[in-house]
């Protein structure tokens, strides 16, 4: 009988907007992921190989919204659950090794929340696969068989929404022997690992202005109909594209969420659409990345987005 807790499992059912406006990653994610093995060697050394491709994937996003969209979607294609930990919880070590004994039977994608690279969370994980996938007898606990996973069914996806503007290596530490090819997603080129070898790297995201239909698209049909819900999604995509042209000069790790057009334009019905627009452009001054030279910026962008 599963040991996981119920409300680490996420549903998978999104909607094809989302598929959609993730197609660029997706192409990427596909063909790095066909690379992978149908059994991961966890003995090769990484100074003369073999390396195997892991299904572990490092998203560095502050806003942590692609990462966690990309492993649902992930699950979706590959028909099999997702569980989602944090890596400050203190069950998430013992819900992990739950996690991996699943993997034996099948594919599962976790998505893990990181706050840097350090921590139990993807510790374990990289001496899991050290030890192939097999607990230790002195961490199982009472009643319970030792896990014996399968590393190559088991799709890791690394959100961290606190990286460095500069990553010395993606997680888990690509240098290391007994860890396999990882896929670094960084948002900008300028932040390819200092540290590349044994990682991939997913190609620069289109920039918003080519996203905007789709974001458009994605809006409008996660939105419940309203009769100001056109107007309010089209202020939001030009509210959105406005803050991302204007942060992502200064911070290369910001990227449009679509979270706060989702909070806002479920309200219609009870807020009218200039309320909601202005709490809508409200929230997202409010999660400008903070520095003690950004205050020149949230004046312009204020002002930008008002009407």
Not at 70 to 96: E, F, G, H, I, N
Not at 189 to 203: C, F, K, N, V
Request: glycine content about 6%; charged content about 25%.
């Amino acid at each position: 009988m599963s040991q996981i807790p119920h409300h680490c499992r996420v549903e998978t059912a999104l909607p094809a907007a989302t598929d959609d406006y993730f197609a660029a990653e997706r192409e990427t994610l596909d063909a790095y992921l066909d690379l992978v093995p149908d059994s991961v060697d966890h003995t090769g050394d990484a100074a003369v190989g073999p390396i195997d491709a892991l299904p572990w994937l490092y998203v560095a996003d502050l806003t942590g919204w692609r990462g966690a969209t990309l492993a649902r979607l992930l699950a979706a294609q590959r028909d099999c659950p997702c569980y989602q930990l944090s890596a400050m919880a203190r069950d998430a070590v013992p819900t992990l090794w739950e996690v991996l004994r699943a993997s034996a039977d099948g594919p599962v994608v976790v998505h893990l929340e990181l706050r840097g690279d350090s921590g139990q969370v993807p510790g374990t994980l990289r001496e899991a696969l050290r030890r192939g996938f097999r607990q230790p007898e002195r961490q199982v606990p009472d009643g319970r068989d030792p896990v014996a996973g399968e590393a190559a069914n088991t799709v890791v996806v690394f959100t961290d929404t606190r990286p460095s503007k500069r990553l010395a290596s993606p997680l888990p530490a690509a240098t290391t022997p007994y860890t396999g090819a990882v896929l670094s997603y960084a948002p900008r080129r300028s932040m390819l690992p200092e540290q590349p070898d044994g990682t991939t790297y997913l190609a620069e995201p289109p920039a918003i202005h080519e996203r905007e239909a789709k974001l458009e698209s994605f809006l409008l049909e996660t939105i419940p109909d309203a009769p100001d819900s056109e107007q309010f999604v089209g202020a939001a995509v030009d509210a959105l594209s406005i803050t991302h042209s204007v942060i992502g000069k200064r911070d290369l790790l910001f990227d449009v969420s679509p979270r706060l057009a989702l909070k806002y334009g479920r309200h219609l019905e009870t807020l009218s659409l200039s309320a909601a627009l202005d709490r809508f452009r409200a929230d997202i001054l409010g999660q400008v990345p903070q520095s003690p030279g950004s205050t020149d910026l949230r004046e312009t962008l204020a002002d930008l987005l008002r009407e």
